[in-house]
Structures are given as structure tokens and as C-alpha cells.
């Protein structure tokens, strides 16, 4: 593990009571973690994105916010369901925040997983999916938005202005945007999909298969098989890959009233979600030193060169800022880490 931030689901109630923020207060709580995340060293700050549903939305107004009130961390979402999108305002969005951020984002897209809405995506005027989840039509968009932000004309230009045969491309260009775009993938084929085409791999925060085997296990084999086929496929950037945890170490008796009771949480689930048998990872909670040597024994964990820590966002930014500081003091360090004080600290270098 070279890396880690926090992923936040933005949570929200009605606003009556501690614990229960409404969308104005969780999304000023979401800066304000991010602020205090950039401080302590943190590398990454990322978001999910869902629809009629009280969390997080349309990230790109609070990612620009982060953005312009923090200096090195990454600012990017976990996923953005491409089903609900126009891949070219997409792209239009995505360069201009990137400029803004100066190169600080890590955007994961992916179909999305299942929304409290009954086929949504045609809500926002997205139709002519044959598959009832919507995946056809979220590969398609990927595919325009991916051209799109390569820097391939989309359009032909007015002849009367141009001439004819004249195209045009999305503006702004940001010529590496492409490489700060990851795939959110819940199985190993889509792993390998996402290697094909070229992209980084976000493995979700739970897989939609079960073979017997840890979910750390069937994790880490979908990031091998991705790195395999990103290989073969000869592309000319070293992908990065990422992976999700719920962790709560206990470094004091608040932590242990707060958390302790989920420890109960401490083992794999498996169950059915979308219709897919799925394995969902367990939660982590003790002391450092246990937390570190779990952690290394998890093989998806020590594979990734970057873990995500789920926050219970909804408790508000002291909280969530101390379990952010006390895995950075107490446990990050043994898995490899060091403060980030210089931006994404693991780049794109040329493979």
C-alpha cells in the first residue's frame, strides 16, 4: 500500500438530531473532512454517487470546492454510474475540474450499483437499454466519454465557419486526463475488461461472485487479472489500482465504546445483491497492532497501491478526522505509507 484517503457514501437525513445532518450540512462536513484529511496528509478524498436517494449526487460542485480549499490531495469519486450521464458534458466537466485541480483527480465510473429507482437512468431522458440493469447503455457512454476526453473529433464543424470535412473536439483538452479515469468493477471479468481497454481499476466494496474463497482473496486474483490484461494490451502509462475497507482502530476507551461492538462485523458476508450472489468484506476493528497484522494478511490490501477507508460520514467531521489520524499515526505507516505533502504521491509514470 503506497496510498490512502477516505470513501464517503454522503449520508443524510431530515437534519433533527446529532447523527442525522441534512444535504446542506453533509455536504459542508464533506469539505470540511476533506480540509482536514489534506492537512494531516492524506491522499485521497473520494465520493459515491447515487440518485433519488439522500446521499452524495452530482459530485463535480463539491469536488471542485475540495479542490480549491485543500493542496495535495486527490479529489475523485467511487463511482460515478454512467448510466444517469451525457458522456460529453461529462468530459467537458471532468477537464475543466481537472485544470482547476491541477491534475488532482482520480474519477471512477462504472455502470453503478443498484438505485432505490426503478430504472432511473430513463428519468433523465437515457433510454433504449436492453439489459434491465442498464449496462449496455453505461459501456456505450464510456466508450464516447473515454474518445471524448482522448481528444477525438465528436462533431462536424458548421461548414459556413470551417469548411467542409472539418471536426471538432471537446473543449477544454486535457491531453493525460485519461489516465486519471478508473473503472469501479465488481467481478473478475470486468477487472479484465477494465486492463483491456486501458483504464485504473477501482475494485468495489463488495464483488458480485462467490467461489468460497476470503473476499481479500477473490480481490486480490481480480487485480491480478487486471494488471495482466493491462499489460497485454500495451498500454503506455502503470495503472493504479484501489481497493476498500471499513477500518476503526481503537487507540483510546472512546474508541472502544464507539466501535467496539463491531467487531461482531469481523468476517466476510456473503448475499445476494442485483440479483448476484455476492461477497461483501468484513469490518476491521481493534488495535493498531492487531489492524496491521490483519491488514498485511490481506492480500488484496498489500496488492493495491491504494486502500480507501469507508467513513460513517454522517457522524460528523471531528469523528471521521480522528479515525483518519489515528490510522495514519498508528496503523498506515506499517503498511508503507508516508504523508502525502506533494500531491497523488503515486503518479503516472510511463510504463
Known amino acids: 500500500m503506497k496510498a490512502f484517503g477516505f470513501l464517503s457514501f454522503g449520508h443524510y437525513g431530515s437534519g433533527r438530531g446529532p447523527g442525522d445532518p441534512d444535504a446542506k450540512q453533509s455536504l459542508k462536513d464533506a469539505v470540511e473532512i476533506a480540509e482536514g484529511a489534506d492537512e494531516i496528509g492524506v491522499n485521497g478524498a473520494y465520493f ?59 474519477i471512477g465510473i462504472s455502470r453503478g450499483s443498484p438505485e432505490q429507482a426503478d430504472r432511473g437512468w430513463e428519468a433523465f431522458g437515457y433510454t433504449g437499454s436492453s439489459d434491465p440493469r442498464g449496462a449496455d447503455l ?16 465528436m462533431v462536424d464543424a458548421d461548414p459556413k465557419q470551417f469548411g467542409m470535412g472539418s471536426r471538432l473536439r471537446i473543449e477544454p483538452f486535457v491531453p493525460d486526463l485519461a489516465q486519471r479515469i478508473w473503472w469501479g468493477a465488481g467481478t473478475r ?69 464507539m466501535f467496539g461492538q463491531l467487531r461482531r462485523e469481523g468476517r466476510d458476508q456473503v448475499g445476494v445483491i442485483d440479483g448476484f450472489t455476492s461477497t461483501f468484506g468484513k469490518t476491521y476493528v481493534g488495535e493498531p497492532d492487531e489492524l496491521i497484522d490483519e491488514l498485511k494478511a490481506d492480500a488484496a490490501v498489500m496488492s493495491a497501491d491504494t486502500l480507501m477507508l469507508t467513513i460513517p460520514s ?38
Open 189 to 257: 471479468e470486468t477487472a479484465e475488461w477494465a486492463g483491456r481497454v486501458g483504464v485504473n481499476l477501482m475494485s468495489s466494496t463488495l464483488l458480485t461472485e462467490a467461489t468460497g474463497e476470503s473476499f481479500g482473496d477473490l480481490q486480490a486474483e481480480q487485480l491480478e487479472r487486471y494488471r495482466t490484461a493491462f499489460t497485454e494490451g500495451g498500454h503506455l502509462f502503470t495503472p493504479r489500482t484501489s481497493v476498500s475497507r471499513s477500518i476503526f482502530p481503537i487507540v483510546d476507551a472512546d474508541d472502544q465504546a
Open 138 to 153: 453505461a459501456r456505450d457512454k464510456f466508450d464516447t466519454f473515454m474518445r471524448a476526453i482522448k481528444g477525438e473529433t
Open 314 to 351: 454522517q457522524m460528523g467531521p471531528e469523528l471521521n478526522l480522528h479515525l483518519l489520524s489515528s490510522f495514519a499515526e498508528h496503523v498506515a505507516p506499517a503498511l508503507g505509507w508516508q504523508p502525502n505533502t506533494e500531491g497523488p504521491v503515486t503518479g503516472y509514470p510511463l510504463a
Open 48 to 106: 459515491r454517487v447515487h440518485h433519488f436517494a439522500r446521499q452524495a449526487a452530482s459530485p463535480v460542485p463539491l469536488l471542485s470546492t475540495i479542490a480549491a480549499r485543500t493542496k495535495n490531495i486527490e479529489v475523485g469519486t467511487g463511482v460515478i454510474d454512467m448510466r444517469y450521464e451525457n458522456p460529453l458534458y461529462l468530459a467537458e466537466e471532468l477537464a475543466q475540474l481537472d485544470l482547476l485541480a491541477d491534475q488532482r483527480l482520480a
